[in-house]
């Protein structure tokens, strides 16, 4: 599935490893992309997964499975809802 991100947010996603791939495969590398259970302004998203993707963007906050990627937060704010 190909996404269309503003350039702006896509700018914004220094931390990707993948080259931001997720646009043209819907993939974060040859992964999936982490599911994500909310967002929290606009920033950041909780992730269902527990275990560690090996992405920079991956981290854990208060025992909590966050990703800090903007473009996987666009993507989920606006087309799984």
Do not use: W
Request: net charge positive; with cysteine; charged share 20%.
């Amino acid at each position: 599935m190909k996404f269309h991100v503003p350039e702006d947010v896509v700018q914004s996603a220094t931390r990707c490893d993948h080259k931001k791939s997720c646009l043209e495969t819907g993939l974060c590398g040859d992964t999936p992309l982490c599911e994500v259970v909310r967002t929290l302004q606009q920033k950041f998203s909780f992730l269902s997964t527990e275990k560690s993707v090996g992405c920079n963007c991956h981290i854990r906050f208060g025992g909590s499975p966050l990703c800090m990627c903007p473009v996987r937060t666009y993507i989920f704010e606006h087309y799984n809802r």
